[in-house]
T-cell receptor, first 110, second 115 residues
Framework: EDKVVQSPLSLVVHEGDTVTLNCSYE??????LLWYKQEKKAPTFLFML????IEKKSGRLSSILDKKELFSILNITATQTGDSAVYLC??????????FGKGTKLTVNP | KAGVTQTPRYLIKTRGQQVTLSCSPI?????VSWYQQTPGQGLQFLFE???????NKGNFPGRFSGRQFSNSRSEMNVSTLELGDSALYLC??????????????FGEGSRLTVL
């Protein structure tokens, strides 16, 4: 059965810190890995990764995938209070279903 | 353009009752997926509909069912409600099927409480 494990489950940092969120997975016939940010209700899309070693970047957020070691990281530099959210990692494999991890709850204190 | 709309936003039911949740996708989107989100289990896939046909199903009992209409709007139904069905039910739409890498756009969810 496909599986996604995120770590840490929660994290508290101060504004300006840099954070790294981890996502490891086990999936048959890997197709893609996606990151979402969930602030209140609706998760919003951040990145989709399909190839190893190619960094995706959007402002202060970046992510990279390692298909050999079966993990991805999401980096946030110079964190702001608005980055406080639950960050979700999801993987799609041969089952064509998105399997989500339980998320990492990030709290950024001023 | 309008986002994904889910109704109702909040509802309270008692055990044994049934509930129907509705999802209107973004205009032009033909794929609708449903997810259940609970604190313990996270986001779990329920089913995916594309062009009025169920294309994929998660590991939920038969009490959970859904359908999609010709205008792409979707409903999901849970019969014989149990306490453990209390959750946030999220609907997501995309232009193409999830397997084709279509970005998912989520609605705000329907918060179901079963007493």
């Amino acid at each position: 059965e496909d599986k996604v494990v995120q770590s840490p489950l929660s994290l508290v940092v101060h504004e300006g810190d840099t954070v790294t969120l981890n996502c490891s997975y086990e999936v048959t016939n890997f197709r893609s890995l996606l990151w979402y940010k969930q602030e209140k209700k609706a998760p919003t899309f951040l990145f989709m990764l399909t190839s190893s070693g190619i960094e995706k970047k959007s402002g202060r957020l970046s992510s990279i995938l390692d298909k050999k070691e079966l993990f991805s990281i999401l980096n946030i530099t110079a964190t702001q209070t608005g980055d406080s959210a639950v960050y979700l990692c999801a993987v799609e494999g041969g089952s064509e279903k998105l399997v989500f991890g339980k998320g990492t709850k990030l709290t950024v204190n001023p | 353009k309008a986002g994904v709309t889910q109704t109702p936003r909040y509802l309270i039911k008692t055990r044994g009752q049934q509930v129907t949740l509705s999802c209107s996708p973004i205009s032009g989107h033909r794929s609708v997926s449903w997810y259940q989100q609970t604190p313990g289990q996270g986001l779990q896939f329920l089913f995916e509909y594309f062009s009025e046909t169920q294309r994929n199903k998660g590991n939920f009992p038969g009490r959970f069912s859904g359908r999609q209409f010709s205008n792409s709007r979707s409903e999901m139904n849970v019969s014989t409600l149990e306490l453990g069905d209390s959750a946030l039910y999220l609907c997501a739409s995309s232009l193409s099927r999830a397997r084709d890498g279509g970005e998912l756009f989520f609605g705000e969810g329907s918060r179901l409480t079963v007493l």
